[in-house]
């Protein structure tokens, strides 16, 4: 039954709506930061989504009006998705298609607005203001299972920065187990107060473009974005991208809520079980997208656990010089960001960092690099040390 088949995909961040947005701006090393205008107060770059409050949902489903479901849905609307999604309605039926998501904050943001409007008097929230479908960490894969008209299983994963990584986990064991055909899989997660300023007092944010595994980095650039895939059996339909989820493997630290294992052994676990699960050894693996988020202990644990796992020649990077760091909506544009490097041939090389950290013994590469590869390796390491790790490669 394994591996699992990608038979759609879709991208929307900070480099466009889309996937060929996405190659285009990583082919032409072109970055989607840019000063922060989400909120004044934050001196720091954000790759913010264009478009985000031209959208309107629609009036069945206006109760779920948010930023978090409106760039749902703009990301739905991308690549021709919708209709693959119809597709696979009709061939199983909208039971047996599933919805998983993965977020770090879902619509704290329309809680953020209504905290700013509270009745003087009461000191009530709003009227207007609906928890359950908006702040709820439910409401967007509930918003996306209405808009999409299935019926499925769904679910929202919420561990921080793996949280869309892990929603492929979570689909290969639904599938597994014979639940459904097919998982509608993905991740969104919009600019908030919160996450700009709760990382501003960890010391995290960085007030200039991020610049992973530079001796030098000094901290993330947030941003936002959603992202989408269909998974389904190998061999129950033909698979129209090429591409092949072949392994997964989860880990979790319990180290620190918020500092990763500095010797970097549960990032190492999960890579060890991803290639254990995809019956892979580690020479086989082409290239690693990795979680790469440029503060100083991240970026140091991880290359400990690459060169543990995969010897210092497989060529890494960071892709978050492009998009900024999507938090729960990391998993899926990094899966994205492997599905196009696979699909077009070319390794994307670290966007703003000048030089490699010394200390440092994986092989980061700074430039793009023509290669063809089998197998991309990509990571997202949560707080709390909540690990995954995916693999992914072209299937015939």
């Given at each position: 039954?394994?591996?699992?088949?990608?038979?759609?995909?879709?991208?929307?961040?900070?480099?466009?709506?889309?996937?060929?947005a996405?190659?285009?701006?990583?082919?032409?090393?072109?970055?989607?930061?840019?000063p922060c205008?989400f909120?004044?107060?934050?001196?720091t770059?954000?790759?913010?989504?264009?478009?985000?409050?031209?959208?309107?949902?629609?009036e069945?489903?206006?109760?779920?009006?948010c930023?978090?479901?409106?760039?749902?849905?703009?990301?739905?609307?991308?690549?021709?998705f919708?209709?693959?999604?119809?597709?696979?309605?009709?061939?199983?039926?909208a039971?047996?298609?599933?919805?998983?998501l993965?977020?770090?904050?879902?619509?704290?943001?329309e809680?953020?607005?209504?905290?700013?409007?509270?009745d003087?008097?009461?000191?009530?929230?709003?009227?207007?203001?609906?928890?359950?479908t908006?702040h709820?960490?439910?409401?967007?894969?509930?918003?996306?299972?209405?808009?999409?008209?299935?019926?499925?299983?769904?679910a929202?994963?919420?561990?921080?920065?793996?949280?869309?990584a892990?929603v492929?986990?979570?689909?290969?064991?639904?599938?597994?187990?014979g639940?459904?055909?097919?998982?509608?899989?993905?991740?969104?997660?919009?600019l908030c107060?919160?996450?700009?300023?709760?990382?501003?007092?960890?010391?995290?944010?960085?007030?200039?473009?991020?610049?992973?595994?530079?001796?030098?980095?000094?901290?993330?650039?947030?941003?936002?974005?959603?992202?989408?895939?269909?998974?389904?059996?190998?061999?129950?339909?033909?698979?129209?991208?090429?591409?092949?989820?072949?392994?997964y493997g989860?880990?979790?630290?319990?180290?620190?809520?918020?500092?990763?294992?500095?010797d970097?052994?549960?990032?190492?676990?999960?890579m060890?079980?991803?290639?254990?699960?995809?019956?892979?050894?580690?020479?086989?693996?082409?290239?690693?997208?990795?979680?790469?988020?440029?503060?100083?202990?991240?970026?140091a644990?991880?290359?400990?656990?690459?060169?543990?796992?995969?010897?210092?020649?497989?060529?890494?990077?960071?892709?978050?010089?492009?998009?900024?760091?999507?938090?729960?909506?990391?998993g899926i544009?990094?899966?994205?960001?492997?599905?196009?490097?696979?699909?077009?041939?070319?390794?994307?090389?670290?966007?703003?960092?000048?030089?490699?950290?010394?200390?440092?013994?994986?092989?980061?590469?700074?430039?793009?690099?023509?290669?063809?590869?089998?197998?991309?390796?990509?990571?997202?390491?949560?707080?709390?040390?909540?690990?995954?790790s995916l693999?992914?490669?072209?299937h015939?």
């Open positions: 039954m394994f591996p699992l088949v990608i038979t759609a995909f879709t991208t929307t961040s900070a480099l466009g709506r889309g996937a060929e996405m190659r285009s701006a990583l082919q032409a090393r072109q970055t989607g930061l840019a205008t909120d004044t107060r934050a001196r770059y954000t790759g913010a989504v264009d478009g985000v409050d031209d959208v309107h949902l629609p069945a489903l206006a109760v779920f009006n930023r978090n479901n409106r760039l749902a849905q703009l990301g739905l609307e991308q690549d021709g919708m209709d693959s999604v119809r597709s696979v309605r009709e061939r199983y039926g039971r047996r298609v599933g919805v998983i993965g977020t770090s904050t879902a619509g704290i943001h809680t953020e607005i209504a905290y700013n409007h509270l003087p008097v009461s000191g009530k929230l709003p009227a207007e203001y609906h928890f359950e908006t709820n960490l439910f409401a967007t894969s509930q918003f996306v299972r209405r808009y999409l008209d299935l019926q499925g299983p769904a929202m994963v919420s561990t921080a920065c793996s949280s869309s892990k492929f986990a979570s689909a290969w064991r639904l599938i597994a187990a639940e459904v055909d097919a998982v509608v899989v993905g991740g969104v997660d919009s107060y919160n996450t700009l300023h709760g990382f501003g007092s960890l010391g995290l944010v960085s007030e200039t473009p991020t610049r992973p595994c530079a001796p030098d980095r000094s901290g993330i650039s947030i941003g936002e974005a959603a992202g989408f895939a269909i998974v389904e059996r190998a061999g129950s339909v033909g698979n129209h991208t090429g591409l092949a989820l072949y392994g989860e880990s979790s630290d319990a180290y620190h809520m918020s500092t990763p294992r500095p970097g052994a549960g990032a190492a676990l999960a060890e079980r991803a290639l254990s699960c995809a019956d892979l050894k580690p020479d086989a693996i082409g290239y690693v997208n990795m979680h790469g988020t440029a503060s100083e202990v991240n970026d644990m991880e290359d400990k656990a690459i060169s543990r796992v995969l010897g210092t020649n497989t060529p890494a990077s960071s892709t978050k010089g492009w998009t900024g760091h999507t938090l729960g909506a990391a544009t990094e899966a994205a960001i492997s599905f196009i490097a696979l699909k077009n041939g070319f390794l994307p090389g670290t966007l703003n960092t000048q030089q490699v950290d010394p200390t440092f013994t994986s092989r980061i590469i700074l430039e793009n690099e023509s290669a063809e590869v089998s197998y991309i390796l990509s990571n997202s390491f949560g707080f709390g040390g909540s690990n995954c693999i992914f490669g072209m015939e």
